[in-house]
C-alpha cells in the first residue's frame, strides 16, 4: 500500500530551505520526492493543502523512558542529592513490570510529539525492548551498568550487569528493524575504571556502541581529581572510549571543546566515532550548567538531542529541547548567531539515528525510511512561514501540539490525537497503578 502527502512543505537537516512538493510512502520506505506534478500511484492520500510540513521523525537520543512514573519526585534538588535521597530509594522498589508499564507510558508522549524513535539506558531492558516493538517505535537500548554490593553468589553487581547488558545485545539487536542495543556504563562514578577499560575493550571486540553520562555536573570534575587522580581528557584517552565506533557521551556539560582542538596537535583527542548528547532542559533544572554547546559545532563530533529522563526534564518532548538548545547558547554567549535553527533540527533528526546505528533515517529522501512527522502549519504561530524560514517557524515558533501524525516505517502510529498500535487507555491506568506501588 502506497501514501500520498500531496501538497506538503518538505524540510530535513540538510535542506537549506524547505521545497513545497509531494512524497510518496511504500513497504516503509520514501519512494518518490516531487515537485510540480502530482504522482498518481497511492492507495491514500493525506491532503497538505499547502498548510502542512513533513519533517523526518525525532530522535530523543538520551532518556530513561520508565522514569515517567518517577515525575516529579525530589523537585529542584542538585543532581547527587536528587539521585541519592529521592531516586535510588524509589527505583529499588521498581519490577519488570513497572518497568514495562513506565516505558509504554512514556512512548505514548513521545509518539504525541514526533519521536520516532528514542535511546534508553535504563534496567530490566526487557520490558523496554518489548513496549518499544508493541507500539512500532524505534528504540536503542543499554541496560545502565553499575558498580554495587555483590549478590548472595559473590558476583558483583558490575560483572552481572555487564552479563546482561551483553544478553541484551544476542537477544534484542536488530528486532524487526526497530531496535539496536549498545554497552551502557553509567558513569565514571558509578563504574570503576579497571571496569570501564573491560566494557570498553569488550565493545571494540564485539562491535558493539556504548552510551555513557559523560560529565554532567561540575562535580564530576573534582571527582577525576580527587578520586581518579586524572583529568577528565586523561580518562577518555585511556579508557578508549572514542576508539569505540558509535560512543555516545550524554551530556558533556564540563567537556572542553579544546580537547577536540583540530590543529592537528598530538595532545587532541579524536571525537569522528563519538555523539555528544545535548540535554539543555535537564541540565538547567538540575542546575548543572550549560553545555558549550556552540563550540563544539565546528569540531568532527556528533550532535544530538536529548530529553533525560521525566523525572528531570520533566517532558519527553524534543520540540522543547530544539527551542532550549537554540536559545540558550545565544543568550549565554550573547551571540545570536550561534547555534542556528537548521542545525539544531539536523541534531533532533540525522545525527541522533546515526549515533545509535540507524542508518538511511532522518532525512526526507528517495530510498530512505519513511519515518515521518506530519505538522499542522494552519495555526496563528505559523502566520508568515514559507520555504525560506520554515526551519526557523519550526525552531522558534512551533510546537509538539503541532502534531498531527507520527510515522515509523509508513505506518502510522499516531495520527490525529488517535494511537494506532496501542490501547492508550489501559497504559495510562497501568503505568498510575505502577506509579501509585512504587511511592506508597
Request: net charge negative; charged share 25%; glycine share 10%.
Given at each position: 500500500?502506497?501514501?500520498?502527502?500531496?501538497?506538503?512543505?518538505?524540510?530535513?537537516?540538510?535542506?537549506?530551505?524547505?521545497?513545497?512538493?509531494?512524497?510518496?510512502?511504500?513497504?516503509?520506505?520514501?519512494?518518490?520526492?516531487?515537485?510540480?506534478?502530482?504522482?498518481?500511484?497511492?492507495?491514500?492520500?493525506?491532503?497538505?493543502?499547502?498548510?502542512?510540513?513533513?519533517?523526518?521523525?525525532?530522535?530523543?537520543?538520551?532518556?530513561?523512558?520508565?522514569?515517567?512514573?518517577?515525575?516529579?519526585?525530589?523537585?529542584?534538588?542538585?543532581?547527587?542529592?536528587?539521585?541519592?535521597?529521592?531516586?535510588?530509594?524509589?527505583?529499588?522498589?521498581?519490577?519488570?513490570?513497572?518497568?514495562?508499564?513506565?516505558t509504554a507510558g512514556g512512548i505514548l508522549e513521545m509518539l504525541a510529539t514526533g519521536t520516532t524513535c528514542f535511546a534508553d539506558m535504563y534496567f530490566e531492558m526487557d520490558g523496554v525492548a518489548q513496549a518499544a516493538l508493541d507500539a512500532g517505535i524505534r528504540c536503542?537500548?543499554?541496560?545502565?551498568?553499575?558498580?554495587?554490593?555483590?549478590?548472595?553468589?559473590?558476583?558483583?553487581?558490575?560483572?552481572?550487569?555487564?552479563?546482561?547488558?551483553?544478553?541484551?545485545?544476542?537477544?534484542?539487536?536488530?528486532?524487526?528493524?526497530?531496535?539496536?542495543?549498545?554497552?551502557?556504563?553509567?558513569?565514571?562514578?558509578?563504574?570503576?575504571?579497571?571496569?570501564?577499560?573491560?566494557?570498553?575493550?569488550?565493545?571494540?571486540?564485539?562491535?558493539?556502541?556504548?552510551?555513557?553520562?559523560?560529565?554532567?555536573?561540575?562535580?564530576?570534575?573534582?571527582?577525576?581529581?580527587?578520586?581518579?587522580?586524572?583529568?577528565?581528557?586523561?580518562?577518555?584517552?585511556?579508557?578508549?572510549?572514542?576508539?569505540?565506533?558509535?560512543?555516545?557521551?550524554?551530556?558533556?556539560?564540563?567537556?572542553?571543546?579544546?580537547?577536540?582542538?583540530?590543529?592537528?596537535?598530538?595532545?587532541?583527542?579524536?571525537?569522528?566515532?563519538?555523539?555528544?548528547?545535548?540535554?539543555?532542559?535537564?541540565?538547567?533544572?538540575?542546575?548543572?550548567?550549560?553545555?558549550?554547546?556552540?563550540?563544539?559545532?565546528?569540531?568532527?563530533?556528533?550532535?544530538?538531542?536529548?530529553?533525560?529522563?521525566?523525572?528531570?526534564?520533566?517532558?519527553?518532548?524534543?520540540?522543547?529541547?530544539?527551542?532550549?538548545?537554540?536559545?540558550?547558547?545565544?543568550?549565554?554567549?550573547?551571540?545570536?548567531?550561534?547555534?542556528?535553527?537548521?542545525?539544531?533540527?539536523?541534531?533532533?533528526?540525522?545525527?541522533?539515528?546515526?549515533?545509535?546505528?540507524?542508518?538511511?533515517?532522518?532525512?526526507?529522501?528517495?530510498?530512505?525510511?519513511?519515518?515521518?512527522?506530519?505538522?499542522?502549519?494552519?495555526?496563528?504561530?505559523?502566520?508568515?512561514?514559507?520555504?525560506?524560514?520554515?526551519?526557523?517557524?519550526?525552531?522558534?515558533?512551533?510546537?509538539?501540539?503541532?502534531?498531527?501524525?507520527?510515522?515509523?516505517?509508513?505506518?502510522?502510529?499516531?495520527?490525529?490525537?488517535?494511537?494506532?498500535?496501542?490501547?492508550?487507555?489501559?497504559?495510562?491506568?497501568?503505568?498510575?497503578?505502577?506509579?501509585?506501588?512504587?511511592?506508597?
Amino acid at each position: 500500500m502506497a501514501t500520498l502527502f500531496k501538497d506538503v512543505y518538505i524540510l530535513d537537516g540538510e535542506r537549506e530551505r524547505a521545497r513545497r512538493g509531494h512524497v510518496v510512502v511504500s513497504k516503509g520506505v520514501i519512494k518518490q520526492v516531487a515537485e510540480g506534478a502530482v504522482p498518481s500511484a497511492a492507495d491514500k492520500v493525506i491532503e497538505g493543502r499547502g498548510v502542512h510540513a513533513l519533517l523526518p521523525g525525532f530522535v530523543n537520543a538520551h532518556t530513561h523512558a520508565a522514569m515517567t512514573l518517577l515525575r516529579g519526585l525530589g523537585e529542584e534538588a542538585p543532581l547527587m542529592e536528587w539521585l541519592q535521597k529521592k531516586i535510588w530509594p524509589v527505583e529499588a522498589k521498581l519490577k519488570p513490570e513497572h518497568i514495562y508499564h513506565g516505558t509504554a507510558g512514556g512512548i505514548l508522549e513521545m509518539l504525541a510529539t514526533g519521536t520516532t524513535c528514542f535511546a534508553d539506558m535504563y534496567f530490566e531492558m526487557d520490558g523496554v525492548a518489548q513496549a518499544a516493538l508493541d507500539a512500532g517505535i524505534r528504540c536503542a537500548l543499554c541496560r545502565g551498568i553499575t558498580d554495587g554490593v555483590a549478590g548472595p553468589d559473590g558476583v558483583r553487581k558490575v560483572d552481572r550487569s555487564l552479563e546482561d547488558n551483553l544478553r541484551l545485545f544476542d537477544k534484542w539487536h536488530g528486532r524487526e528493524g526497530l531496535l539496536t542495543v549498545q554497552l551502557g556504563p553509567h558513569a565514571p562514578y558509578t563504574v570503576p575504571f579497571d571496569d570501564m577499560k573491560r566494557i570498553v575493550a569488550t565493545a571494540k571486540q564485539r562491535g558493539i556502541g556504548i552510551h555513557f553520562h559523560f560529565l554532567e555536573t561540575e562535580w564530576e570534575l573534582g571527582y577525576m581529581q580527587d578520586t581518579l587522580k586524572m583529568r577528565p581528557d586523561e580518562y577518555l584517552r585511556e579508557t578508549g572510549i572514542l576508539e569505540v565506533r558509535g560512543a555516545v557521551l550524554a551530556h558533556g556539560v564540563w567537556m572542553n571543546p579544546d580537547w577536540a582542538d583540530d590543529s592537528g596537535s598530538r595532545a587532541a583527542l579524536d571525537f569522528s566515532m563519538a555523539t555528544i548528547v545535548h540535554c539543555p532542559k535537564s541540565n538547567m533544572k538540575l542546575g548543572s550548567g550549560v553545555t558549550p554547546l556552540d563550540r563544539w559545532m565546528d569540531k568532527s563530533v556528533g550532535l544530538a538531542l536529548g530529553t533525560d529522563g521525566a523525572s528531570s526534564n520533566n517532558r519527553l518532548d524534543i520540540w522543547d529541547e530544539m527551542r532550549a538548545a537554540a536559545l540558550v547558547h545565544k543568550g549565554a554567549t550573547r551571540n545570536p548567531t550561534a547555534v542556528p535553527a537548521l542545525d539544531v533540527l539536523r541534531m533532533a533528526t540525522l545525527e541522533g539515528a546515526r549515533a545509535f546505528g540507524f542508518a538511511n533515517k532522518g532525512l526526507i529522501r528517495e530510498g530512505w525510511a519513511a519515518d515521518l512527522v506530519l505538522v499542522d502549519l494552519d495555526k496563528p504561530h505559523y502566520i508568515g512561514f514559507d520555504e525560506e524560514n520554515l526551519a526557523s517557524f519550526i525552531v522558534y515558533a512551533g510546537s509538539s501540539a503541532d502534531v498531527r501524525g507520527t510515522m515509523v516505517a509508513g505506518k502510522w502510529l499516531y495520527l490525529d490525537g488517535d494511537y494506532k498500535t496501542v490501547n492508550r487507555d489501559e497504559i495510562m491506568q497501568k503505568a498510575l497503578e505502577s506509579r501509585k506501588s512504587i511511592t506508597s
